[in-house]
């Protein structure tokens, strides 16, 4: 009896579940409500893989809505996420990107959030290795000498002592149930691209995200703002000929934003790099040329100040936000001329040691081959 009422409750939970991703697939939408407990199904790995799989193709080919995305962000954070605190003075902020997009570039939001910390913006950051792309943010900076397999309560004090640090989302140390599995199972980009990056141990009330297309930035700026963002920038740029985008501030083209204020306005606008002082970028030069220890050094070369070309430019535009949202620059034309003078007076690379000295339960051995590095990049 016990066993006949076990498999029709499994059916109907079978059936309920299979008919929400029909829905996806037929383009209606879900409730905030709808999308956080069909996720936590998944979490709990209450499904079949198969349906797993077809939830997560369905609601990424439609294109998720604020409410969905808050859901699923509401799932993680709530069953899948340990929770730290970090007691800093001043916002605590984040910075990445969802991946997916066209033109695959350096780790530009990585360089970004160095510099930005830098001027003492309190950076948690909530990154992966690579799924769509050939280095993601937590790949890199482990090649720089971040300790990215530790557990929470070290990135905690490295953000308290260091003013940054980074979480592993692909780390069971960090959504120790589920995250880790179901990311390391899957090669395509998702919505989990975006509700996981958001899924952030700490909590920050200030972020900038780049996203994979124009489509997505007013959504997860609503969502951002759904969730308890103070203030935000959502951005998606493009190349010069308007084909490709990219999930930073671009150099190339136009990016589209949309801004989270803190009255909860969200203002959408277009802007040039132009228009800040830049010159328009080589798209040649910003790519991920795919040897993670090169771009490393390479990366190097435009925090030491060294390279001065159109890598240093995208990295100044997108620390440019990271410092108008902390109130730090009055708006992004001075942000961005000031994240080139906290890389003129050395303060990114004295950061960058000072965060691999935190974030690290054994930094000897890699602060030694930092300075390597270093030595390479300042040749």
Known sequence: MAKDLLKIVSEESLKHFGGKVDELIKGRNLTRGEASDL?????????????????????TAKGATAEEIAGIWEAIYEVDTLKVRPCVQGPLADNC????????????STAASIVAAADKINMAKHGSRAITSSCGTVDMLEQLGIDVDCDVDLVKRSIEVAGIGIFNGMSGKVHPSALSRILSQIRFGTVLNIAGSLANPALPAYGVRGVYSREMVLPIARAMKEIGYKRAFVIHGRSGDDLRGMDELSTLGRTDVAELDEDGRIREYALNACDLGLEKGDESALLNRGNIEEEAVRLLRVLSGFDRGDRRDIVCLNAAPLLCITGRSEDLLEGVEKAGDIIDSGLAVKKLLHWVREQNRDPGERLERLEGMLELARA
């Open 39 to 59: 996720f936590r199904q998944i979490l709990n790995d209450e499904q079949p893989d198969l349906q797993q799989g077809a939830f997560l193709a369905a609601i």
């Open 97 to 108: 990107g969802t991946g997916m997009d066209s033109i695959k570039t350096f780790n530009i």
